[in-house]
């Protein structure tokens, strides 16, 4: 069934339109990822599928009764309400009632007077003269899914609590149709995940506007990108539409230069002389006027943010050693017993649940917070850069040319001066803007003015805390790329778990209490390590059923191997084989002095070495439980 058309759509704030005659189509069940570059338009069109705002020219059709919850990048509640008030606000005229229904029971809970018990009697008549309970329990089920407190002050939640509040609001409705503006903002692993799970199971149709690839693979059935004020559909997964769309711009390529050369060959014969223009087509020419019509009306595809980092001296060998590490605040252990080193060219993702404690730990490592117990040894020559994820050090009144470079007009790049203006222009900042202040950009924008100015001072050792929020596909897979080729060292909180992936080498991963583990490799290799630590074979669960008669015949049935297992068995015998060799190949190496001189190399060995002996491990308890039976 159609939910809902968009036929000629046009949008536009300023001279360039957002939309530019586009057409949409979403029907019930679609999970649409929409993308495109910043600034492209795609929150404004969300607004105008809500309702929100109207088009400058062509349709919106909704169908009749249809129910839409809007979900924006920055939700404003007021701090002083319970999440339960905030998440009623989403059942509309019922939710004042069931907000005064919900108070007066908080205060017959600590007061019993007989006004209180009146005042929640007669609450308790008018909820049920209008059937509100149906929206209690409504809301009382989606805080239970989305793991909420009702009671709980929206003053004392971090903004991954705001978000999950703001998301339950919406579901309470029960929409036909959910639309979600860059939802992963502000959430952690742990409720990304859970994010995807419930727009999985969503019964609506929904569109989500988001960066997160790993998030827009797992959950998008369709993909609309938003280009140029025109909306194409690509009805495959997110490395499909890759693959597809760099065809399309290799094609756009093509004929775009194939239009050019005709048009150039008909302004060169245009100028000819006085013969020609005696025997110059009437048609030709009409044909020439056109072609400069569609070209003056051709719009070229945003450019790519120019990044490179200003490389500082090399720092020394080792950057920071903590030797059984502890840290509390208000009696909470938010740092216990960690230990480890940080050297030359490592390249650290910090991963953990909101409040856990990542920035704490970051300032740990960097020797900006004094330690409880434990000792930090910082190294030499450290020359820090710091990505702030609430950008608190951007100045609201100054503008983008002084956060760059303040007193002068020009920044000096690896030894080559150039002026601010064109430096802001390597961040696609036009050059008027380079005097506006900081206050008039989105967040985007903002993201970029913080890589522009992190990346104009000369650093060996980078700190990024979420860099990906709001950053469009393209600028994210560049700055990907520049942290790759990164020479010096890197801390990177994040929740973008494929740029994880693509980015770091080690790990340190919260894992409760208190206690941060250190891993070799990204997000996912620390999923493979932890599924390797599980027992191999899951003992029943106790008390299930009654237990079974045992037989003679059933104990011998029991110890034989199945032919599986007799394949498993045979395959275990040469993979620890393999596995020993490996290690005693490795040992030979770290006992090498010279390969300390490649710290990079023996980092990669060493942790290579860990996940052999993890794996070993895994590997002989399982050959010993099979090799026994047979």
Not at 410 to 415: A, H, K, Q, S, T
Not at 423 to 450: K, T
């Amino acid at each position: 069934m159609v939910l809902l058309t968009l036929e000629r759509a046009c949008l536009a704030f300023g001279h360039v339109p957002l939309l530019d005659a586009a057409a949409l189509q979403v029907d019930s069940g679609e999970r649409i990822a929409l993308i495109g570059r910043n600034g492209c338009g795609k929150s404004s069109l969300l607004r105008v599928v809500a309702g929100e705002s109207t088009l400058d020219d062509g349709n919106v059709w909704r169908h009749p009764g249809l129910r839409i919850a809007y979900v924006p990048q920055e939700n404003q509640f007021a701090p002083t309400m319970s999440v339960f008030d905030a998440v009623a606000l989403g059942l509309g005229d019922a939710s004042a009632l069931l907000v005064a229904y919900h108070a007066a029971a908080a205060r017959v809970a600590h007061d019993a007077s007989e006004g209180a018990l009146a005042e929640l009697h007669d609450l308790q008549q008018r909820v049920e003269a209008c059937d509100a309970w149906r929206g209690n329990h409504r809301i009382e089920q989606v805080l239970s899914q989305a793991g909420l407190d009702g009671d709980a002050s929206l003053a004392t939640l971090s903004g991954g609590g705001i978000k999950r509040v703001a998301l339950a609001r919406a579901l309470v409705a029960e929409p036909d149709l959910l639309l979600l503006d860059e939802p992963t903002n502000h959430l952690d692993i742990d409720a990304i995940v859970w994010l995807e799970e419930l727009l999985a199971g969503f019964a609506g149709a929904a569109i989500v506007i988001s960066h997160d690839r790993a998030f827009v693979d797992r959950v998008a059935t369709r993909i609309v990108e938003l280009d140029r004020g025109r909306l194409t559909s690509f009805p495959e997964g997110f490395a499909a539409y890759r693959r597809r769309k760099e065809q399309l711009l290799v094609e756009e390529a093509r004929q775009s230069a194939q239009f050019d050369r005709l048009l150039a060959q008909e302004e060169a014969w245009i100028r000819q002389g006085v013969e020609a223009r005696r025997t110059r087509s009437v048609g030709r020419v009409r044909r020439l006027e056109e072609l400069r019509r569609e070209r003056a009306a051709r719009r070229e595809r945003q450019g790519n943010v120019s990044l490179e980092i200003a490389r500082g001296a090399e720092s020394g060998r080792i950057v920071a050693e903590l030797t059984d590490v502890a840290k509390s605040f208000g009696g909470r252990p938010v740092v216990r017993g960690l230990s480890c080193r940080i050297q030359r060219g490592d390249k650290f993702g910090i991963i953990g649940p909101n409040g856990a404690g990542k920035t704490t730990l970051l300032r740990l490592l960097l020797g900006e917070l004094p330690v409880d117990s434990g000792e930090v040894r910082l190294g030499s020559r450290l020359e820090i850069a710091y990505y702030d994820q609430f950008r608190n050090t951007l100045d609201e009144q100054a503008t983008l040319a002084d956060v760059i470079s303040p007193g002068s007009d020009f920044v000096e790049i690896n030894g080559a001066k150039k002026h601010v203006v064109s430096y802001l222009g390597d961040f696609l900042f036009a050059p008027e803007r380079a005097r506006s202040p900081v206050r008039s950009l989105s967040g985007g924008e903002r993201n970029r003015l913080l890589l522009a100015r992190l990346f104009a001072r000369p650093v060996n050792v980078l700190v990024l805390d979420e860099p990906t929020n709001d950053l469009d596909l393209e600028t994210l897979e560049l700055l990907e790329a520049l942290l790759q080729e990164f020479q010096g060292t890197l801390f990177l909180v994040s929740h973008d778990r494929e740029f994880l992936d693509n980015v770091v080498t080690q790990s340190l991963i919260a894992e409760g209490e208190g206690r941060w583990r250190e891993y070799v490799g990204g997000y996912s290799d620390w999923l493979r390590q932890r599924a390797l630590a599980q027992p191999a074979v899951p003992a029943p669960p106790v008390g299930s059923r009654e237990p079974e008669k045992v037989s003679a015949r059933n104990v011998r049935d029991a110890a034989k191997l199945s032919y599986r297992e007799t394949k498993e068995l045979a395959a275990l015998t040469e993979r620890i084989a393999a596995l020993e060799a490996e290690q005693a190949l490795l040992h030979g190496r770290l006992a090498d002095p010279a390969l300390y001189a490649q710290a990079a190399e023996a980092a990669r060995c060493s942790g290579r070495l860990r996940i052999l002996e993890e794996e070993l491990g895994a590997a002989m308890l399982r050959w010993e439980a099979l090799e026994s039976r047979a």
